[in-house]
């Protein structure tokens, strides 16, 4: 049986986008469902439970042989479920703060991009079809959608912004970061990590001036049914892309190498 490396991760493209936003913001509402009100766990105990689920999300994914919408969204989420939680506990019940928790998560992204970028494994990422490439995604993941929490808490309430004008500055950052990627040289790779980390805090700020009292600033909705809401739309993108994008087994010999990165030796998984 003939083998080809294939990535595991999706195309990146509107409907990426798209789906990573509502699962972010998703992840902030049942984050907030569990550790807060309703359920009142509490931040700690929240993330203890989410970084279980992460765990078992993880594993499927690895354990994949080519990209899967449901499994790869699932860890998305998860990510984004244990990192509003982590940054929670950081801020609030440790005392960092927004502001001192933003600064620590930016210099803990800083260093696993560093630290990515040394090992050699590419950082293109829809070239990446190593198990070691993988990891270091998903610990970029971990790490920027738990960063996202804090900078978006601390646009609107550190910083006094406020929820929707903190998700207007932050789509206005996202509209900057479209038009480099057109009109600058600027890295591809460079540019997909700033968007990346910021859809975090732009889902975390537009669900909180969803779902926050009134007089906090928000609309009002809560966190029922605001993450109800939201899951039944993340469950729809993802039907839809499972449906119209179950060919995308991606080979890596078909893709256009990202500049400036070297030559890989991913594993193989079977064509089938």
């Given amino acids: 049986m003939s083998k080809v490396?294939?990535?595991?991760?999706?195309?990146?493209?509107?409907?990426?986008?798209?789906?990573k936003i509502v699962a972010t913001?998703?992840?902030e509402s049942v984050s907030n469902f569990v550790s807060m009100a309703p359920l009142d766990l509490g931040y700690a105990t929240g993330a203890i439970i989410f970084l279980a689920a992460f765990a078992v999300t993880l594993a499927m994914q690895l354990r994949s042989d080519r990209f899967r919408p449901v499994v790869f969204w699932s860890v998305i989420l998860t990510t984004s479920i244990v990192g509003t939680a982590m940054s929670d506990f950081m801020n609030r019940t440790a005392g960092l703060g927004y502001a001192g928790g933003a600064t620590v998560l930016?210099?803990?992204?800083?260093?696993?991009?560093?630290?990515?970028?040394?090992?050699?494994?590419?950082?293109?990422?829809?070239r990446i079809a190593t198990t070691k490439g993988e990891i270091l995604y998903w610990t970029a993941t971990l790490v920027s959608n738990t960063l996202g929490t804090s900078s978006g808490d601390f646009l609107s309430d550190g910083l006094g912004i406020g929820f929707r004008d903190s998700a207007l500055v932050l789509g206005g950052a996202m509209l900057l970061i479209l038009a480099a990627h057109y009109l600058s040289p600027i890295s591809g790779t460079v540019l997909f990590w700033a968007a990346y980390v910021l859809t975090r805090p732009l889902g975390a700020v537009a669900e909180n001036a969803v779902e926050k009292p009134v007089?906090?600033?928000?609309?009002?909705?809560?966190?029922?049914?605001?993450s109800g809401a939201l899951l039944a739309?993340?469950?729809a993108l993802v039907v839809y892309q499972q449906l119209t994008h179950q060919?995308?087994?991606i080979t890596l010999d078909t893709l256009p190498r990202a500049e400036g990165q070297?030559?890989?030796?991913?594993?193989?998984a079977p064509r089938r």
């Avoid at 294939?6 to 789906?19: A, C, D, E, H, Y």
């Avoid at 696993?112 to 050699?120: F, M, Q, Y």
């Avoid at 007089?215 to 605001?226: K, N």
């Fill in 5 to 19: 490396p294939v990535s595991k991760l999706p195309t990146v493209g509107v409907l990426f986008w798209t789906i």
């Fill in 25 to 27: 913001t998703l992840g």
């Fill in 106 to 126: 930016t210099t803990l992204l800083v260093l696993v991009l560093i630290g990515w970028r040394a090992t050699g494994q590419t950082m293109d990422v829809e």
């Fill in 215 to 226: 007089a906090q600033g928000g609309l009002g909705v809560g966190t029922t049914i605001t």
């Fill in 233 to 235: 739309v993340l469950a």
């Fill in 247 to 249: 060919g995308q087994a």
């Fill in 262 to 268: 070297a030559d890989q030796q991913p594993e193989a």
